[in-house]
């Protein structure tokens, strides 16, 4: 199924702090002619690195020398040189970061500050929000929320947005009770404005609130709302930084996950039960697929997906090996070149799936 099947390219508009389900535009196709060019595929990518020694491998960033940094569930974050070697990346272990059984972590959005100094690291198990200095690789905890925190990102203000997916308290049961609000709708997930020490809740009542990112050229920011099938856009305006303008659903989508502003503002978000990567025009909300690991049973899971959903039926058994393929795991996020175009694709996996785009 191509993603222009499944993503509305309406823009809607929405005014309230707390988004009504009954406003959201419907899912309509979209005309096929608006895709510009054909998706890679895994015809057109590798797995990298081939050792298997990420472990959760959920997003991460290039540095400007070109080594990968991504989430890792063992170190906090860890560093991929161009020859496949790998290493720990940060004192997270120096600064307080654990993992076990008893108190998982899950370091997952992974993202630059605007200056590229450092990189902010959430924690959807233990709530934490890491900052780590690319000078020196030094980490520290810059917040400790009550639930855990799926992604995070730093506005022009120094402000940062982080999204709580759902309740999920941290301890043994965390990622338990995050897998039992992707099996149902809880709408306990939020939208956070966070100055200092203090955390303002922007919008509440999203299921499943997932990726977020800022648009620093058209003071936009993006958040994904994987249980309620929405990409939301806003605006931002330096006068009123704590102000959500023009709250709208920029796109409908099944299950969205981590969104990427890339070249030219192209917004890039992962969609893990189609096994795709979008591409949309910021502008027009025009979309095509730039990735797709899509076969014939990911049309037949994302169509019982998207009726379980609808119905409030539990959908979480259909998100087995079968939904990823021959991918390491089920792709969660984008990881862009310095230049902002699509290098590796981020998934629950041990390794990265790097791309090998066509010669323009």
Request: hydrophobic fraction near 45%.
């Amino acid at each position: 199924m191509r993603l222009v099947a499944v993503i509305a390219l309406c823009v809607v508009a929405a005014c309230a702090r707390t988004p009504d389900p009954a406003s959201a535009p419907s899912a309509t196709d979209a005309a096929a002619n608006s895709l510009t060019r054909a998706a890679l595929t895994m015809d057109q990518a590798d797995i990298f690195p081939t050792d298997s020694s990420l472990k959760r491998a959920e997003d991460g960033v290039i540095l400007d020398d070109g080594r990968v940094v991504v989430a890792d569930q063992t170190h906090g974050l860890r560093v991929v040189n161009p020859d496949g070697s790998s290493a720990p990346y940060g004192n997270f272990a120096e600064a307080g970061y654990a993992h076990s059984a008893e108190a998982p972590a899950g370091p997952n959005g992974v993202a630059f500050t605007p200056d590229r100094a450092h990189i902010l690291v959430a924690d959807i198990y233990s709530g934490a929000i890491w900052r780590v200095a690319v000078a020196d690789e030094s980490a520290e905890k810059i917040y400790q929320h009550a639930y855990g925190v799926n992604s995070a990102i730093e506005d022009l203000t120094g402000a940062i947005w982080f999204t709580q997916s759902t309740e999920n308290e941290p301890g043994p049961g965390s990622e338990a009770r995050m897998f039992a609000a992707i099996d149902r709708a809880m709408k306990d997930g939020k939208l956070f404005r966070l100055v200092g020490d203090e955390a303002t809740v922007m919008m509440d009542g999203l299921a499943f609130a997932n990726g977020v990112a800022f648009d620093a050229e058209r003071s936009r920011l993006y958040f994904a709302e994987t249980m309620g099938d929405r990409l939301w856009a806003a605006g931002l305006e330096m006068d009123r930084p704590d102000v959500l303008r023009d709250l709208r659903v920029f796109s409908r989508v099944i299950a969205p996950d981590n969104v990427k502003i890339g070249r030219d503002g192209v917004v890039y978000l992962a969609l893990p039960v189609l096994s795709e990567l979008a591409a949309f025009n910021p502008e027009t909300g025009d979309a095509e697929t730039y990735f797709s690991a899509a076969t014939t049973a990911n049309k037949e899971i994302a169509a019982e997906w998207r009726r379980r959903v609808e119905k409030g039926e539990g959908a979480i058994d259909l998100f087995t090996p079968i939904v990823w393929g021959a991918m390491p795991g089920a792709i969660t996020s984008v990881i862009l070149t310095t230049e902002g175009d699509p290098a590796y694709l981020g998934n629950l996996g041990d390794a990265l799936v790097r791309l090998r785009p066509a010669a323009e």
